[in-house]
T-cell receptor, first 114, second 110 residues
Framework: SAVISQKPSRDICQRGTSLTIQCQVD?????MFWYRQQPGQSLTLIATANQGSEATYESGFVIDKFPISRPNLTFSTLTVSNMSPEDSSIYLC???????????FGQGTRLTVV | GIQVEQSPPDLILQEGANSTLRCNFS?????LQWFHQNPWGQLINLFYIPSGTKQNGRLSATTVATERYSLLYISSSQTTDSGVYFC????????????FGTGTRLTIIP
């Protein structure tokens, strides 16, 4: 199994500012993903973080709002830009395992925008 | 895209009771996982079960891929089982991307 460390675990931010969330995996993985969970809702995929190239965004999510970096096979960041209260959510990163396609998740970042 | 529905949406049980949670999906899948989300938001892997049956202590899961559903069984419920249970699937063309179900919120009363 993959161990994924995500930080910060929570933050309260002012509207109009940006927050960068970091995700570190304990082994090299091909695929890393970022999800958003709005209050009381299920998880929605934001984007696939590709190593060495631009992230692939899902419908409804854009790079200007959620820029993603993936400098190597064990690390990725997600930035939530120009935040508004509607961005208050839990953000989770995910990576697969080497053995099969089982996904593992970081502990999540609980973001509150005031 | 693939649709994933879970039932029931909410379930309240007394400690010691058994429960069955269901996950229906609309297309063939490469991967199906069950997760428990604790009150702090962390997703705990329960089962990786694209087909067949697995058991882990008081929990077991069965996926019937040909009929496009999966079941999670919890026996002798404990208060620590409370939380939200999600199934998530990767379609045959999903490239490891997971689509999450709507979730079942389980509350175990002492």
């Amino acid at each position: 199994s993959a161990v994924i460390s995500q930080k910060p675990s929570r933050d309260i931010c002012q509207r109009g500012t940006s927050l960068t969330i970091q995700c570190q995996v304990d082994s090299q993985v091909t695929m890393m993903f970022w999800y958003r969970q709005q209050p009381g809702q299920s998880l929605t995929l934001i984007a696939t973080a590709n190593q060495g190239s631009e992230a692939t965004y899902e419908s409804g999510f854009v790079i200007d709002k959620f820029p993603i970096s993936r400098p190597n096979l064990t690390f990725s960041t997600l930035t939530v830009s120009n935040m508004s209260p509607e961005d208050s959510s839990i953000y989770l990163c995910s990576a697969g395992s080497a053995m099969n396609t089982e996904a593992f998740f970081g502990q999540g970042t609980r973001l509150t925008v005031v | 895209g693939i649709q994933v529905e879970q039932s029931p949406p909410d379930l309240i049980l007394q400690e010691g009771a058994n429960s069955t949670l269901r996950c229906n999906f609309s297309d063939s899948v490469n991967n199906l996982q069950w997760f428990h989300q604790n009150p702090w938001g962390q997703l705990i892997n329960l089962f990786y079960i694209p087909s067949g049956t697995k058991q882990n202590g008081r929990l077991s899961a069965t996926t019937v891929a040909t009929e496009r559903y999966s079941l999670l069984y919890i026996s002798s419920s404990q208060t620590t089982d409370s939380g939200v249970y999600f199934c998530a699937v990767e379609s045959n063309f999903g490239n490891e991307k997971l689509t999450f179900g709507t979730g079942t919120r389980l509350t175990i009363i002492p």
